[in-house]
């Protein structure tokens, strides 16, 4: 019989006949496989029937790919309800039936990335410290020259040492010019000549990194609003975008990220980071349940070209891919 | 939804007082509970799974005693296995070698890595009064080594030089023999980030550790990290033995499960914690002090540890003198205040410790913000001392040409003013009722666990 698995109640039950589920997961994983994909790669194995493990295992898999317990607990009613109903008969059919229903829930992320039109159209890169704000730029300043577009830099990071340098650094790769003032300066002001500046050339997009900042530093956090403010001065209608990187590996302090950031400087889409790794950022399932902003690209790697769109299905795919 | 957790258990196990045990039934729901937040707070599943099983086995059959209600009784339990799970007691660094004795580190991209460093070099420095090198074998991070130049300069410990040419080997041996050349007690060791899965890079960093012969290598993790935290550390471990672990950015709201989850997988202590970006900003890592803040007991402890350190006491001592007598607390004496407090990590690091001060809402917490400190200290350093022992004098050109002085408003310099006059009321008042011993007295009363919420 099915029994609809109760994340509360079942989840961390051992029957202590099935062998561990840790262990048979860890003993399986491959080298870039996600969690989840080691986790559910059994379903694929034959058409068994659905039984009561195998949706626990479901479940523990969801969770330790940091979907949450909200977002694992819808996802795993809205199965278990069609396993009960059979529509589901075996295995191979709940693991399509996954893979569908996780690509519905990202898929109203899926949003192009565009500055065409705004002369120049101004993007804050913000986030938490590390996470790849800094990075990011030096890529999107590729993918965007590649389109086209003339790119500026602005080195808004004037905290943390040698971030105005490694700013210039993807500056040069790029052949891309930097406005920077020293370590210490007022960043609000480096972003406002930055946009003055791109203003007087012709530019179409400057790209400002920020320093990184934890969401509950409200001194930092209202550092923020002003650069938004000084630059508001310039343009109304900029930034034009505000752009929240987040960390592959983050587990649930996401949402409080997401959050926080938005109702401080109004963040109008995501990029995930460091996907290359075991981390595969499950928390934006969470997300996409809670908020409504696109995730416009995904970073996997160190280098220029490690950049792509975000595309739900493709990010779904290489989530529960086993090779 | 940790910090409410034992508001939650005690809330769960109100129904079973008057019964005389724990049993398996009455705590299941409890169980729950603490399963919940644990996996709320990014604790690995498999590490959930086994302390709730510990938890449980220690919970049953315990007597209630008439002391504490069944709810706290079960905190206590769960409690006291945070603490035995994270490691009994802080485990300092082991420098006991040949100088100089190598330290190191190793971690994901952005972890921390690199301001650890700084931040390691000074303690040492300044606690511990060692003569620290630094050395830089990053070749991939655009500006990495510029980076740990930069902080090296700021925490003053000798920056080994390397480039981005040559080769993380080759840097790393003669890094040895010159922090031995320049007599140096320490050898700080700062690596590129690195993913667990990314061969070339562990074997990199498995060969560095091989001709290093670091007697100690720590692992830096995001305190806001979650189940992966498990994995990479497991694989690190295995690959490089590893010796202790740095929580860092456990100064924002991320619940650590991390923490938790890396020493139990790895076995290995937790050192330190990264409380912040600057490079004071690293505490040693008390087990019991963070079960405590884990359940909401605050870490009064620390604080009060921290600023018997910090709190110059002299200075201290003459100004509870001199308002025992009754003198003015002028405004020198409040520029000193602020130094103070500033050296204590501010208010808001102050606040965070305090038992329920991390629940005070955001909007009152932003009240007392940092930068705050720094701006009046700067506008009192623009009087003149006479401006200072008298601060009646200042009249509206004085506040202006202060004003210009500091790079502030008139509005500031009068707020600042009203403050002082603030501070100097509620000072009278301290005085006046013996409230400085009772101040003192509170905050005692505070270290008690015995104060479990309500
Ligand atoms: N593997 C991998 N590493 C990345 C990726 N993106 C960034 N990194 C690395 O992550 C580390 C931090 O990146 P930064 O760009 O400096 O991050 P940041 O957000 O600007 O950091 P702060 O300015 O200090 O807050 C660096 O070592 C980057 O090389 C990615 O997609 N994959
Ligand atoms: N809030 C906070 N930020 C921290 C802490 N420790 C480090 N940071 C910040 O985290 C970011 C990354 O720190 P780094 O020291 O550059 O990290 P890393 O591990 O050396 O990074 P890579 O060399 O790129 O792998 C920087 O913005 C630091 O200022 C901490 O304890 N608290
Ligand atoms: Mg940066
Ligand atoms: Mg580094």
Same mark, same amino acid.
């Given at each position: 019989?099915?029994?609809?698995?109760?994340v509360?109640?079942?989840?961390?039950?051992?029957?202590?006949?099935?062998?561990r589920?840790?262990g048979?997961?860890?003993?399986?994983?491959?080298?870039?496989?996600?969690?989840?994909?080691?986790?559910?790669?059994?379903?694929?194995?034959?058409?068994?029937?659905?039984d009561?493990?195998?949706?626990?295992?479901?479940?523990?898999?969801?969770?330790?790919?940091?979907?949450?317990?909200?977002?694992?607990?819808?996802?795993?009613?809205?199965?278990?309800?069609r396993?009960?109903?059979?529509?589901?008969?075996?295995?191979?059919?709940?693991?399509?039936?996954?893979?569908?229903?996780?690509?519905?829930?990202?898929?109203?992320?899926?949003?192009?990335?565009?500055?065409?039109?705004?002369?120049?159209?101004?993007?804050?890169?913000?986030?938490?410290?590390g996470v790849?704000?800094?990075?990011?730029?030096?890529?999107?300043?590729?993918?965007?020259?590649?389109?086209?577009?003339?790119?500026?830099?602005?080195?808004g990071?004037?905290?943390?040492?040698?971030?105005?340098?490694?700013?210039?650094?993807?500056?040069?790769?790029?052949?891309?010019?930097?406005?920077?003032?020293?370590?210490?300066?007022?960043?609000?002001?480096?972003?406002?000549?930055?946009?003055?500046?791109?203003?007087?050339?012709?530019?179409d997009?400057?790209?400002?990194?920020?320093?990184?900042?934890?969401?509950?530093?409200?001194?930092?956090?209202?550092?923020?609003?002003?650069?938004?403010?000084?630059?508001?001065?310039?343009? %109304?209608?900029?930034?034009h975008? /505000?752009?929240?990187? @987040?960390?592959?590996?983050?587990?649930? $302090? !996401?949402? =409080?990220? *997401?959050?926080?950031?938005?109702?401080?400087?109004?963040?109008?889409?995501?990029?995930?980071?460091?996907?290359?790794?075991?981390?595969?950022?499950?928390v934006?399932?969470?997300?996409?349940?809670?908020?409504?902003? %696109?995730?416009?690209?995904?970073? /996997?790697?160190?280098? @220029?070209?490690?950049?792509?769109?975000? $595309? !739900?299905? =493709?990010? *779904?795919?290489?989530?529960?891919?086993?090779? | 939804?940790?910090?409410?957790?034992?508001?939650?258990?005690?809330?769960?196990?109100?129904?079973?007082?008057?019964?005389?045990?724990?049993?398996?039934?009455?705590?299941?729901?409890?169980?729950?509970?603490?399963?919940?937040a644990?996996?709320?707070?990014?604790?690995?599943?498999?590490?959930?799974?086994?302390?709730?099983e510990?938890?449980?086995?220690?919970?049953?059959?315990?007597?209630?005693?008439?002391?504490?209600?069944?709810?706290?009784?079960?905190?206590?339990?769960?409690?006291?296995?945070?603490?035995?799970?994270?490691?009994?007691?802080?485990?300092?660094?082991?420098?006991?070698?040949?100088?100089?004795?190598?330290?190191?580190?190793?971690?994901?991209?952005?972890?921390?890595?690199?301001?650890?460093?700084?931040?390691?070099?000074?303690?040492?420095?300044?606690?511990?009064?060692?003569?620290?090198?630094?050395?830089?074998?990053?070749?991939?991070?655009?500006?990495?080594?510029?980076q740990?130049?930069?902080?090296?300069?700021?925490?003053?410990?000798?920056?080994?030089?390397?480039?981005?040419?040559?080769?993380?080997?080759?840097?790393?041996?003669?890094?040895?023999?010159?922090?031995?050349?320049?007599?140096?007690?320490?050898?700080?060791?700062?690596?590129?980030?690195?993913?667990?899965?990314?061969e070339?890079?562990?074997?990199?960093?498995?060969?560095?550790?091989?001709?290093?012969?670091?007697?100690?290598?720590?692992?830096?993790?995001?305190?806001?990290?979650?189940?992966?935290?498990?994995?990479?550390?497991?694989?690190?471990?295995?690959?490089l033995?590893?010796?202790?672990?740095?929580?860092?950015?456990?100064?924002?709201?991320?619940?650590g499960?991390?923490?938790?989850?890396?020493?139990?997988?790895?076995?290995?202590?937790?050192?330190?914690?990264?409380?912040?970006?600057?490079?004071?900003?690293?505490?040693?890592?008390?087990?019991?002090?963070?079960?405590?803040?884990?359940?909401?007991?605050?870490?009064?402890?620390?604080?009060?540890?921290?600023?018997e350190?910090?709190?110059?006491?002299?200075?201290?001592?003459?100004?509870?003198?001199?308002?025992?007598?009754?003198?003015?607390?002028?405004?020198?004496d409040f520029?000193?205040?602020?130094?103070?407090?500033?050296?204590?990590?501010?208010?808001?690091?102050?606040?965070?410790?305090?038992?329920?001060?991390?629940?005070?809402p955001?909007?009152?917490?932003?009240?007392?913000?940092?930068?705050?400190f720094?701006q009046?200290?700067?506008?009192?350093?623009?009087?003149?001392?006479?401006?200072?022992?008298?601060?009646?004098?200042?009249?509206?050109?004085?506040?202006?040409?202060?004003?210009?002085?500091?790079?502030t408003?008139?509005?500031?310099?009068?707020?600042?003013?009203?403050?002082?006059?603030?501070?100097?009321?509620?000072?009278?008042?301290?005085?006046?009722?013996?409230?400085?011993?009772?101040?003192?007295?509170?905050?005692?009363?505070?270290?008690?666990?015995?104060?479990?919420?309500?």
């Amino acid at each position: 019989m099915i029994r609809v698995s109760d994340v509360d109640k079942d989840l961390l039950e051992d029957d202590g006949e099935r062998p561990r589920f840790w262990g048979r997961l860890r003993a399986g994983l491959g080298r870039t496989r996600s969690q989840l994909a080691a986790g559910v790669g059994n379903l694929l194995l034959g058409d068994k029937e659905i039984d009561d493990g195998v949706l626990e295992d479901l479940e523990a898999s969801l969770l330790q790919t940091d979907v949450g317990i909200d977002a694992t607990r819808e996802i795993m009613q809205a199965l278990t309800s069609r396993v009960k109903r059979k529509e589901l008969n075996d295995t191979m059919a709940l693991h399509t039936a996954l893979a569908t229903l996780l690509k519905e829930m990202l898929r109203p992320l899926e949003k192009t990335f565009s500055v065409a039109g705004k002369k120049p159209a101004v993007v804050f890169f913000v986030g938490v410290n590390g996470v790849g704000k800094t990075t990011t730029i030096g890529k999107l300043a590729k993918y965007l020259q590649d389109t086209g577009a003339r790119v500026l830099l602005a080195a808004g990071d004037t905290f943390r040492a040698a971030a105005v340098e490694q700013l210039q650094r993807w500056g040069e790769r790029n052949e891309v010019s930097v406005i920077a003032q020293p370590q210490g300066a007022d960043s609000a002001s480096v972003v406002y000549d930055a946009v003055e500046s791109a203003k007087a050339r012709n530019f179409d997009v400057v790209l400002a990194d920020t320093a990184g900042r934890l969401q509950t530093n409200t001194n930092l956090m209202d550092e923020l609003k002003k650069i938004k403010r000084v630059v508001n001065r310039l343009d %109304p209608a900029a930034p034009h975008e /505000v752009l929240l990187v @987040l960390d592959a590996g983050v587990g649930q $302090n !996401a949402l =409080s990220q *997401v959050e926080q950031f938005d109702e401080a400087v109004g963040v109008t889409g995501l990029i995930i980071t460091k996907l290359d790794g075991t981390a595969k950022a499950g928390v934006i399932f969470a997300i996409a349940r809670r908020f409504c902003q %696109p995730v416009y690209f995904i970073g /996997v790697g160190e280098h @220029l070209e490690d950049l792509s769109p975000f $595309n !739900a299905d =493709s990010f *779904v795919d290489a989530l529960l891919a086993i090779d | 939804m940790f910090e409410h957790l034992s508001e939650r258990l005690i809330r769960t196990l109100r129904g079973i007082s008057g019964k005389a045990r724990l049993s398996e039934e009455n705590v299941s729901a409890a169980l729950r509970d603490v399963r919940m937040a644990l996996l709320e707070a990014d604790v690995a599943l498999s590490v959930v799974k086994d302390f709730t099983e510990q938890v449980k086995i220690r919970a049953l059959g315990q007597v209630v005693s008439s002391a504490l209600n069944p709810g706290e009784a079960f905190i206590k339990i769960v409690h006291d296995q945070l603490v035995s799970v994270m490691g009994e007691a802080n485990d300092a660094l082991n420098l006991s070698t040949t100088p100089p004795a190598v330290i190191l580190m190793a971690g994901l991209q952005g972890a921390g890595k690199t301001t650890t460093v700084a931040k390691l070099a000074r303690l040492l420095k300044e606690r511990h009064q060692k003569k620290v090198a630094v050395v830089s074998v990053d070749v991939y991070r655009p500006a990495a080594i510029e980076q740990l130049e930069v902080l090296a300069d700021e925490v003053g410990a000798i920056f080994l030089p390397s480039n981005a040419q040559e080769e993380p080997l080759v840097i790393a041996r003669r890094a040895v023999l010159e922090a031995r050349r320049q007599f140096a007690d320490v050898l700080l060791v700062d690596t590129a980030g690195r993913l667990a899965i990314d061969e070339k890079m562990m074997d990199e960093i498995k060969l560095l550790h091989g001709v290093l012969e670091p007697i100690e290598t720590l692992f830096v993790v995001d305190a806001m990290t979650g189940q992966d935290a498990a994995i990479t550390a497991k694989a690190f471990n295995d690959a490089l033995d590893l010796t202790g672990v740095i929580l860092a950015k456990a100064d924002g709201d991320a619940r650590g499960g991390a923490a938790l989850s890396v020493r139990s997988i790895t076995g290995k202590p937790i050192k330190f914690i990264g409380m912040g970006e600057k490079t004071d900003a690293l505490e040693p890592f008390h087990p019991d002090r963070l079960a405590s803040r884990i359940l909401g007991m605050g870490d009064v402890l620390t604080l009060i540890e921290e600023a018997e350190r910090k709190v110059d006491k002299k200075k201290a001592q003459k100004l509870a003198r001199k308002i025992q007598q009754g003198k003015k607390f002028d405004l020198a004496d409040f520029r000193d205040q602020l130094q103070q407090m500033d050296n204590m990590g501010g208010i808001g690091n102050m606040l965070e410790k305090m038992p329920g001060m991390s629940q005070l809402p955001a909007a009152a917490q932003s009240q007392v913000n940092e930068g705050m400190f720094e701006q009046m200290g700067t506008i009192i350093d623009s009087m003149t001392p006479n401006e200072r022992r008298f601060p009646d004098v200042i009249n509206g050109s004085r506040k202006q040409r202060i004003a210009k002085g500091s790079g502030t408003q008139i509005p500031d310099v009068n707020r600042l003013l009203k403050q002082h006059k603030q501070m100097q009321k509620m000072m009278k008042k301290v005085t006046k009722k013996g409230g400085m011993r009772k101040m003192m007295r509170g905050m005692q009363g505070m270290r008690q666990p015995a104060g479990f919420p309500r």
